[in-house]
């Protein structure tokens, strides 16, 4: 009555079950908002975070110029563990597509360096003051500037496995990536907490104020300090008068000055799903029946795709919020604790499979 793991039966499948099952973040988990998500969804976007991490920011170049904008978290020590050597594992955390770094986000990027991951914020063009030096952004389930980041990590830690986990929205650059890269994908697991399946969708039904109105204040204020040079390419009037994520989404990617595209054209080229089937490296998907921001379950999950695809995992739980998954202790999140149980399940597996029937490790 807790949660439920819905999936293609396999080996794989039947360990991840036993290791979650014997998870005591499952056991304990909580919810102490039963009746309001859309309250604990709040607190999710404007608390701050406890204990205030520290970073080291690195911006990385990419071939048009551009940059995107990797934070190590590097503290603060006295929080916990110290970091990891040469061979840890290193974390991609994914924001969500406003860019926006949660609470929960730190958190999570925090109990993982506790736990000797080698933690790391991947920060879309502009976002998160991460400097625009070309008139373009990347476009909701584009995941060309993911791919450089992941190259780069790749040539920076050779020697360690490469973990990605997104929040929200974000969800959407993380599964349009796995799909498009299939085996290739430099990725040994990932996860999606509370992801967005359907784009198109998501933005046309449209979402609680009281989670658009702080993601589009969010990104005007990130948007109003490049006017200059995105004017070239946009409608600036427009883009800032936008009235809803989806406004402001046609603004800048369907209404552009130079290359207009219709929104039917642009969600062909930017649905997260659109290649899921060539997906080869496991995804485990935390979501929530009582999220307020996806949707109801019914339309807002693609239940077959658990069923058919022997990578993907939907770990479903009756209540959970949008990315809270809270319990009792203050600032834990239990979501938190299953997605890290997740990832030493999936790497005590795939020691075994090499050390007992010698297949090749996931590159």
């Known amino acids: ?53 520290l970073v080291a920011r690195e911006l990385l170049q990419l071939p048009d110029a551009g940059l995107v904008a990797l934070d190590w978290l590097v503290g603060p020590w006295e929080a916990g563990g110290g970091g990891g050597g040469v061979s840890s594992p290193v974390l991609l955390l994914i924001p969500n597509a406003a860019g926006k770094v949660t609470a929960g986000l730190w958190q999570l990027g925090l109990r993982a360096l506790e736990r000797g991951f080698i933690p790391v ?33 790749r040539c920076r830690h050779p020697c360690a496995s490469l973990l990605a986990v997104s929040e929200g929205s974000g969800s959407g650059l993380l599964l349009a990536y796995l799909g498009e890269s299939g085996s290739s994908s430099r990725l040994a697991a990932a996860a999606c907490l509370s992801p967005i399946f359907r784009g198109r969708d998501w933005f046309e039904a449209g979402m609680p104020w009281l989670y658009e109105w702080p993601l589009l204040l969010h990104l005007k204020q990130g948007l109003s300090r490049y006017a200059g040079s995105l004017a070239e390419a946009v409608d600036m009037d427009r883009l800032l008068g936008s009235r809803s994520l989806r406004e402001l989404e046609e603004s800048l990617f369907c209404q552009t000055r130079s290359q207009p595209t219709s929104w039917e054209l642009y969600w062909e ?33 693609p239940t077959e795709l658990f069923r058919s695809s022997p ?36 790497a005590e597996f795939l020691q075994t499979e090499e050390h007992r029937k010698g297949l090749p490790r996931p590159r």
């Not at 036993?18 to 309250?39: D, E, I, K, T, V």
């Not at 607190?43 to 701050?48: F, G, I, V």
């Not at 914020?121 to 584009?142: E, V």
């Not at 930017?270 to 997906?279: G, K, Q, S, T």
């Open 1 to 53: 009555g807790r949660w439920q793991l819905l999936c293609k039966p396999s080996a794989l499948a039947q360990h991840l079950l036993r290791s979650l099952g014997r998870s005591a973040a499952l056991q304990r988990g909580q919810w102490p908002w039963p009746r309001w998500p859309r309250l604990q969804m709040l607190q999710q976007l404007l608390q701050p975070p406890e204990p205030e991490p």
């Open 121 to 153: 914020i991947f920060n879309r063009r502009g976002h998160n003051g991460c400097p625009l030096t070309t008139p373009q952004l990347q476009p909701f389930g584009d995941p060309g500037d993911l791919r450089e980041a992941l190259t780069y990590l």
């Open 269 to 301: 080229r930017n649905e997260p799903l659109r290649d899921a089937d060539e997906a080869a490296v496991p995804v485990l998907c935390l979501c929530s029946a009582d999220d307020p921001v996806r949707g109801p379950p019914a339309r807002s999950l």
């Open 311 to 346: 990578y993907f995992f939907l770990l479903l739980t009756p209540r959970g919020g949008h990315c809270g998954f809270p319990r009792r202790a203050p600032g834990r999140c239990w979501g938190h604790e299953a997605v890290l149980e997740y990832f030493r399940a999936m």
